[in-house]
């Protein structure tokens, strides 16, 4: 039934109502004016109060009117007597009139909102009621499985400090890019102080676009810990830092200083800041940073246009590169990694949230404090529950150093321009010590544009971690082509990756890209909605995952999406040591892996390392085939006839043993290298090399071993070449053919190159062989026909490896080449000097399927700030009547892995036990129509289900409803108000019978003419305000399994009586 309007309405004349369709009149404001033909009317103004069943109110007005012969029309929504907001924590110390920020959870970090606080008499102490309506959407729940709860920050603290302001930029401070005042007030703490413990402070307007003026600035204080000679050691505790010019907390040459429960927000530079790359000890708690500036001090702090026009400390006429020169604000800075960060929050920057940066040497006032290299090889101090949010460049990003020489001639580039550096932690930062892992534990990254997570280096871990939103999840890169840490590897495992979760976002705010989503709904989008969305990114190697989880990775028809991907236009080499086992892709990922094509983004997908792309799938959990090697679909190295091409990943299922061929060139360095495989002669693959400005080119193409290859160039052969067996284990070997000109004379040498030590040993001058059996003797020989112009070698590992060393402990076995040519000399080859064979496979990828993974995917259920809270994943999908006439058929309820099946028409109850998630009852109502059925529901909620009891309900086409008669009895499970059932509609809802009413009861009632009513939600066991019993009996939980999924028919049973 439709709302038609009670008064007359004539031409022209103002008339406006608010009402419920399918509503009675007594439901209905409505509101009228005349018109007189002057053309200004008043405002026909029609007003009514609404109240959600999660007990919001809110006001919808409708208005029309006529002023000066314009319509005047619309309406508006407000919400009423304020917002009330759920907290995490214990915040009955904020009152009335307190200020706070709410973070983005969005891609932008402009998203961030400040509000006042209202008396809220009926807020319990985790509550707030904010005057205002926020313009954006900001999240109070786990999406997907990854927590995306916004950050809540109180700006208001009972002391203030706070500089004095003009009215707008003056003077010398940087007033071409900031049209404010920017000279702030600074405080500045000097080494042999007494004590320092500052605590419950505001500082408000503070910092300086000047170095060295910052809000709080610990100036070469040193050891200010027990080391120092503290009994108390130093600390600044729940400090909000806010609206300032230059930094939020400085910390320069100074060690064990404590930063705890400390608000960063609205400020110029990067945020929570260490200086000179000596800072150690140092922790950083519970801290939250967000929307970090640019600023103008360090080339890092510098937005695009401040690095162009700032110029006056690089040498001659340099112009920096933005990209690589600059832009590099971010929310922690961190100098050297011997600091902690644990439960932290950087919840927006313009570039990165947490960036750990390396300095080579120290710099500024520290110089000589300790020697070159040592930051790079630091164990990592703690990094635990650190959030990563709607960040520019990336959530967290560990790599990078800074320029410690002065701008020059030979290097123009200004002092601490953000440079390369590698991170290898070692025992004592010794690199002759074993390694020590770097541990990234329980890391949440969402909402970032480009990157959740970067990390180059090795040995790194990241686990326990949640990625989602991200434009890519986690990129994983090793040290380059030939790895400096000989034997180092990075890892992610037991964690959840993310493509498009149902955290849609909202428009404004700064956020560039708005689009469909997989699902056809239209969302927030990161980079542009073109880019090509990757949930595990690999780049060089090796890298390994195991035990994760992808979920909703679906390819659109503006961009790729796929759950791993590949570094593009990538020139540098990938390892076939990478490696993932244990993986779970859930249904929702409609792209596995992808390996690019030419087009947008990619390029035209024809370097070294796109070309050489692979990993190793270890258990078959991704493949569906174990020990099973994925490489690009055209890289016929890796092909044989057993092999399975899957077209949509652009990408090629081998199994086989691969490995590595690294070959130096050099006079000259410039040839693109043609590498082919005997048995396929006309599918070469060419490599441009990768030349860094050395003294040589370098190629590293991933080959099958005990196979013969033919190697040529486009253009005469290079006079040194160097041939490196990399990845072979002991007695792995290939036959290689190079192409040279027919009168050239070689001198062919193996030797033991250990790198480290930069020594040579085990030097043999190789022989030359009659014939082109080179394996028949232990002698070491190569063969040189004159004929075609081939010269034949045999490359054999004779030295153990381990691990992921690419090379044995003793060093890098190689073959060096030099050839004497005549400058005139032809060199062409034809293409193959190997005999004619058949093709051998090897084992046929399709005779070894693998089976079911129970092991399969991230232990966990959610990846959550609150570790030690454990949730379940709760889905409910009711059905109207339109659904079952289109023959959908069973409703259900899925808790997570174990689903519910309802096909009877009625509704259905679930209920879990709150403290265990064991599950104690279920039950059918086979209609709701009748006063009985309304007595029998509302004595089995009132009298079956006990106190501390989650509650599912769902639906199946309610055919038979009659009348608006209510059921209040839903207002004992959380809904806050009574329940009207709508004929051939859906319901379904999330409560709690108990005491508390927690935040996570969810109602969605729908009329026939609406989607069926669904849900999706991650509810927390055992919360302290469930009060369950301290030896609530666990042996009682329902063994919920995530895979396979278990399917349980709903019995029609009805509760006697």
Same mark, same amino acid.
């Given at each position: 039934m439709s709302l038609v309007c009670s008064f007359p309405v004539s031409f022209r004349q103002p008339w406006a109502l608010v009402g419920i369709l399918g509503g009675d009149q007594l439901s209905t404001a409505e509101d009228k004016r005349e018109y007189h033909g002057n053309g200004t009317t008043g405002l026909a103004i029609a007003k009514r109060d609404f109240l959600t069943y999660d007990?919001?109110? !809110?006001?919808?007005?409708?208005?029309?009117? =006529?002023?000066?012969?314009?319509?005047?029309?619309?309406?508006?929504?407000?919400?009423?007597?304020?917002?009330?907001?759920?907290?995490?924590?214990? $915040?009955?110390? =904020?009152?009335?009139?307190?200020?706070?920020?709410?973070?983005?959870?969005?891609?932008?970090?402009?998203?961030?909102?400040?509000?006042?606080? @209202?008396?809220?008499?009926?807020?319990?102490s985790n509550q707030v009621k904010i005057d205002g309506n926020p313009l954006y959407l900001h999240m109070g729940e786990v999406i997907d499985g990854v927590d995306m709860r916004a950050e809540v920050g109180l700006l208001t603290r009972n002391i203030l400090i706070q500089g004095e302001m003009e009215d707008a930029c003056y003077g010398q401070n940087q007033c071409q890019f900031f049209s404010f005042d920017t000279f702030g007030g600074h405080i500045k703490i000097l080494r042999n102080f007494s004590s320092v413990h500052m605590s419950g402070v505001e500082l408000k307007n503070m910092g300086q676009q000047i170095l060295g003026s910052y809000p709080?600035? !610990?100036h070469l204080a040193e050891d200010v810990d027990e080391r120092g000679g503290y009994?108390?050691?130093?600390?600044?505790?729940?400090?909000?830092?806010?609206?300032? !010019?230059?930094?939020?907390? *400085?910390?320069?040459?100074?060690?064990?200083?404590? /930063?705890?429960?400390?608000?960063?927000?609205?400020?110029?530079? #990067?945020? &929570? &800041?260490?200086?000179?790359?000596?800072?150690?000890?140092?922790?950083?708690?519970?801290?939250?940073?967000?929307?970090?500036?640019?600023?103008?001090?360090?080339?890092?702090?510098?937005?695009?246009?401040?690095? @162009? $026009?700032?110029?006056?400390?690089?040498?001659?006429?340099?112009?920096?590169?933005?990209?690589?020169?600059?832009?590099?604000?971010?929310?922690?800075?961190?100098?050297?990694?011997?600091?902690?960060?644990? +439960?932290?929050?950087?919840a927006g920057a313009q570039d990165v949230g947490i960036w750990y940066i390396f300095h080579r040497v120290p710099t500024g006032q520290s110089e000589g404090r300790y020697p070159e290299g040592q930051a790079e090889h630091t164990p990592l101090g703690v990094f635990y529950n650190n959030r990563v949010h709607s960040n520019f460049k990336a959530g967290l990003f560990i790599g990078k150093g800074v320029k410690t020489t002065r701008a020059n001639a030979e290097d123009p580039r200004e002092y601490l321009t953000v440079d390369n550096a590698r991170f290898r932690p070692h025992q004592d930062a010794d690199p002759e010590k074993p390694r020590v892992p770097a541990v990234i534990d329980h890391l949440i990254a969402f909402?970032?544009?480009d990157h959740g997570a970067w990390a180059r280096g090795g040995d790194i871990i990241f686990r326990n971690s949640g990625f989602s939103d991200n434009g890519i999840g986690l990129t994983l890169a090793s040290d380059g082509t030939f790895p400096t840490d000989e034997g180092s590897s990075l890892e992610v495992t037991r964690s959840i990756f993310v493509g498009e979760s149902s955290n849609f976002g909202s428009q404004g705010g700064q956020n560039s890209y708005w689009g469909k989503g997989a699902n056809g709904e239209y969302r927030t989008l990161p980079r542009n909605k073109t880019f090509p969305i990757r949930g595990f990114q690999i780049y060089d190697g090796p890298v390994r995952m195991a035990r994760c989880t992808f979920k909703k990775f679906t390819p659109t028809v503006d961009r790729h999406s796929s759950a791993i991907g590949f570094f593009m236009k990538n020139s540098w080499q990938i390892s076939p040591q990478n490696n993932v086992s244990q993986i779970l892709m859930e249904k929702s990922v409609g792209l596995k892996v992808f390996f690019g094509r030419p087009g947008q983004w990619f390029g035209n997908n024809d370097n070294d390392g796109d070309k050489m792309s692979i990993f190793h799938d270890l258990d078959g959990s991704v493949t569906g085939y174990p020990d099973t090697f994925v490489g690009r679909a055209d890289n016929y190295l890796l092909r044989h006839p057993g092999c399975l091409t899957v077209p949509r990943w652009n990408g090629v299922m081998c199994t086989g043993k691969f490995a590595q061929l690294y070959i130096q060139a050099r006079r000259p360095e410039n040839l693109t290298l043609s590498i082919a495989r005997a048995a396929y002669p006309s599918h070469p693959v060419r490599l441009q090399g990768v030349n860094r400005g050395a003294p040589y080119q370098q190629y590293q193409p991933v080959v099958m071993l005990e196979q013969d290859y033919v190697i040529q160039w486009d253009g005469r052969a290079p006079e040194d070449v160097i041939l490196y067996p990399i990845n072979f284990n002991r007695g792995d070997w290939l036959r290689v053919a190079l192409c040279y000109p027919r009168e050239a004379v070689f001198q062919v040498v193996g030797d033991i190159y250990q790198r480290q030590a930069g020594t040579v040993h085990s030097v043999q001058h190789y022989l030359a062989a009659p014939s082109i059996a080179l394996n028949r003797t232990r002698e070491r020989l190569f063969y040189f026909d004159r004929g075609s112009g081939y010269l034949f070698v045999r490359l054999?590992?004779?030295?153990?490896?381990?691990?992921?060393?690419?090379?044995?402990?003793?060093?890098?076995?190689?073959?060096?080449?030099?050839?004497?040519?005549?400058?005139? *000399?032809? =060199?062409?080859?034809?293409?193959n000097p190997f005999p004619e064979r058949p093709v051998a496979a090897q084992h046929p990828v399709s005779q070894r399927p693998a089976g079911l993974c129970r092991a399969c995917g991230a232990p966990q259920v959610a990846i959550t700030s609150t570790p030690s809270v454990e949730y379940i994943r709760i889905q409910i999908q009711s059905l109207s009547r339109v659904d079952t006439q289109n023959h959908l058929t069973s409703a259900f309820i899925k808790v997570n892995g174990t689903v519910f099946l309802f096909n009877s028409s009625g509704i259905f109850f679930l209920v879990l036990d709150a403290c265990s998630g064991a599950v104690v009852s279920r039950w059918h109502f086979d209609t709701v129509a009748s006063e009985n059925a309304a007595h029998a529901i509302a004595d089995?909620?009132?009298?079956?289900?006990?106190?501390?009891?989650?509650?599912?309900?769902?639906?199946?086409? !309610?055919?038979? $409803?009659?009348?608006?008669?209510?059921?209040? /009895?839903?207002?004992?499970?959380?809904?806050?108000?009574?329940?009207?059932?709508?004929?051939?509609?859906?319901?379904?809802?999330?409560?709690?019978?108990?005491? *508390?009413?927690?935040?996570?009861?969810? $109602?969605?009632? #729908?009329?026939?003419?609406?989607?069926? *009513?669904?849900?999706?939600?991650?509810?927390?066991?055992?919360?302290? +305000?469930?009060?369950?019993?301290?030896?609530a009996?666990?042996?009682?939980?329902?063994?919920?399994?995530?895979?396979?999924?278990?399917?349980?028919p709903a019995k029609a049973v009805a509760p006697r009586g």
């Open positions: 007990g919001t109110r !809110f006001t919808v007005t409708a208005f029309s009117g =006529w002023i000066k012969g314009v319509p005047h029309n619309g309406f508006k929504v407000e919400v009423t007597k304020g917002i009330i907001i759920h907290l995490v924590d214990e $915040v009955t110390s =904020w009152l009335p009139g307190d200020r706070i920020v709410i973070a983005s959870t969005d891609y932008s970090m402009h998203q961030a909102e400040e509000f006042n606080l @209202l008396p809220c008499p009926e807020c319990k709080v600035h !610990f009994g108390r050691p130093t600390y600044l505790d729940n400090l909000a830092i806010h609206h300032c !010019f230059s930094r939020c907390v *400085a910390i320069h040459g100074t060690h064990g200083l404590l /930063v705890k429960d400390t608000i960063g927000y609205d400020t110029l530079g #990067h945020c &929570f &800041f260490l200086e000179d790359g000596t800072e150690q000890r140092n922790t950083f708690y519970h801290n939250l940073g967000l929307l970090t500036r640019p600023g103008t001090i360090l080339p890092s702090d510098r937005s695009e246009l401040m690095c @162009l $026009v700032i110029r006056s400390h690089v040498h001659g006429n340099y112009t920096p590169v933005p990209s690589t020169d600059c832009m590099a604000v971010s929310t922690f800075w961190i100098a050297n990694p011997n600091n902690n960060l644990i +439960e932290n929050a950087a909402k970032n544009n054999q590992a004779h030295e153990a490896r381990e691990g992921h060393s690419y090379c044995s402990q003793r060093g890098c076995e190689r073959i060096k080449i030099t050839a004497h040519m005549s400058p005139g *000399a032809s =060199w062409s080859c034809d293409p089995y909620v009132q009298t079956s289900i006990k106190e501390r009891s989650l509650v599912l309900v769902c639906s199946r086409s !309610f055919t038979d $409803v009659v009348g608006s008669s209510e059921m209040s /009895v839903f207002t004992r499970l959380g809904s806050s108000k009574p329940i009207v059932f709508h004929k051939g509609g859906s319901f379904a809802m999330l409560g709690y019978k108990g005491q *508390a009413k927690p935040s996570w009861i969810k $109602v969605l009632n #729908h009329a026939g003419y609406q989607k069926a *009513a669904s849900l999706q939600h991650y509810v927390p066991l055992k919360l302290k +305000e469930y009060q369950c019993p301290a030896n009996d666990k042996s009682l939980r329902f063994a919920f399994s995530q895979i396979p999924s278990e399917h349980i």
